[in-house]
């Protein structure tokens, strides 16, 4: 029983549940939540500590799902605990709220979980919830975020102890947890949609796992896993370094953010990147989806003048306001901005215009479609890997100049506009794509020679604008 004796001190070492009278396990049926939920009965079974169990019906596998939830119960039924149980219609959950089926699912996990503890604390009862992450879902969630270009914070992989949550059996590689079921002779079940290659966490797990413990190193899962406790604790020395610094130069009033751009820009970079970072997670409320290249973008930005500003994810702008940079949802701030960085696929808006982006790779028929955007005033393809700068959108400006013809001649775009013949009272207002001086496209009008696509063309940059 060597796997029991690991979690038990695993939980004693986290104290996850000191004084608690109750553990509310989460219990889908797998075999890492099965593992869970008998690990607590056979450690708490002599103890004054409820074991009570939640299962959610996600409303996605349909009779596997219903599978699931039967047996479960029957587990339950045999062990006599009580169970809590509910059906979501995830799929419409996730659509109204605008996310993945996945993200969404979790969302509503964790909101029933807490639901259940309220219930039971309200009736006078002290409770921690259990989830049953395991060391493979760490090692996954160390790569998936190390592939997506995750901070520090996101290498450090899963905490034993969030608040609330306790984690007892993260200790657990999957082997083990197989190794307990099996000598116990418990049974659990598969979830089908955990063997399909169509989600990158399930690739990592049946393909990249598997690839480094079996021909790199054996034990390349354990590894990580102790190289993600290193980097917790160097994480915490830096959550500490940042909240002391943030107490000098970061400030909040009426849900606005603002940071002294002088004492930011004179920080060291890593404390001012995690001083951003925080900086926008507070703004927002989440860090999902806040990737490098929007911590780098308000970096430079902090740097530039008064005035200038970058679009972040969640309706959040990040502008330059004399001393101080400031971090606020989007509808608060005015229209009368000079550039709109444009940092990626999405919607953006520079003054009375809405512009939509896309980036995508085309195939050689696609090309030909693309092409004919060329006819549409208000859609324009670019070729993506020819773009040197970051892209904007914003009115012209002195050196700016577009390609006009595939010898690749150059005009100033003053010249150009002379040309066109466009009056001079709207030669300031007309909206222009922009790759630092060289513009891709005048708006209502021609773009540049240079980035058409062609025959070597591979990533496309689709752009919308409307007003």
Request: hydrophobic residues 35%; aromatic residues 6%.
């Amino acid at each position: 029983m060597r796997e029991i004796e690991k979690v038990k001190k695993y939980i004693h070492l986290n104290n996850m549940v000191g004084d608690t009278d109750c553990i509310i396990a989460g219990v889908s049926g797998g075999a890492d939540s099965i593992c869970l939920l008998c690990m607590l009965l056979d450690i708490y079974r002599d103890h004054d500590v409820t074991i009570v169990a939640v299962h959610i019906h996600h409303g996605i596998r349909g009779a596997e799902a219903d599978r699931d939830q039967a047996f479960v119960e029957n587990i339950c039924n045999q062990e006599k605990i009580q169970l809590y149980k509910y059906k979501y219609n995830i799929p419409e959950y996730a659509k109204s709220l605008g996310l993945s089926e996945e993200e969404a699912g979790r969302i509503k996990r964790y909101e029933t979980f807490r639901m259940v503890k309220n219930e039971l604390e309200s009736g006078g009862k002290k409770c921690v919830i259990a989830v049953a992450h395991n060391q493979n879902d760490n090692v996954e969630t160390f790569i998936h975020n190390l592939c997506r270009g995750s901070s520090i914070n996101g290498l450090s992989g899963i905490k034993p102890v969030s608040g609330d949550i306790i984690r007892p059996v993260l200790c657990l590689s999957r082997n083990e947890i197989e190794t307990y079921l099996r000598e116990n002779k418990r049974e659990y079940i598969i979830d089908s949609t955990n063997l399909k290659l169509d989600y990158t966490r399930n690739k990592i797990r049946n393909i990249v796992i598997p690839c480094l413990n079996e021909s790199i190193n054996n034990k390349s899962s354990l590894h990580i896993s102790q190289t993600m406790a290193d980097i917790g604790e160097i994480n915490e020395y830096l959550d500490r370094q940042v909240e002391i610094k943030s107490a000098d130069i970061v400030s909040e009033k009426n849900g606005q953010i603002f940071i002294n751009r002088k004492e930011l820009n004179s920080t060291e970079i890593v404390l001012a990147r995690e001083i951003i970072r925080n900086a926008i997670g507070k703004a927002a409320g989440r860090l999902k989806d806040i990737t490098r290249k929007h911590i780098e973008d308000v970096m430079e930005l902090s740097k530039g003048q008064t005035g200038k500003y970058v679009m972040l994810p969640y309706n959040l702008i990040a502008k330059n306001q004399y001393e101080n940079l400031i971090i606020k949802k989007r509808e608060d701030d005015s229209v009368n901005e000079e550039e709109v960085i444009i940092n990626g696929i999405g919607e953006y808006e520079f003054r009375a215009y809405k512009v939509r982006v896309e980036i995508t790779e085309i195939s050689q028929d696609e090309r030909l479609q693309c092409t004919k955007n060329d006819k549409n005033i208000c859609t324009k393809c670019f070729d993506y890997d020819k773009i040197k700068n970051t892209v904007c959108i914003r009115n012209r400006k002195s050196g700016d100049f577009l390609t006009i013809n595939k010898q690749m001649g150059t005009k100033k775009l003053k010249s150009y506009l002379v040309d066109e013949k466009i009056p001079s009272e709207l030669r300031n207002v007309i909206p222009v794509i922009a790759d630092g001086n060289h513009i891709l496209w005048v708006y209502g009008h021609r773009i540049s020679e240079y980035y058409k696509i062609d025959e070597n063309t591979i990533r496309v940059m689709k752009i919308t604008i409307t007003q």
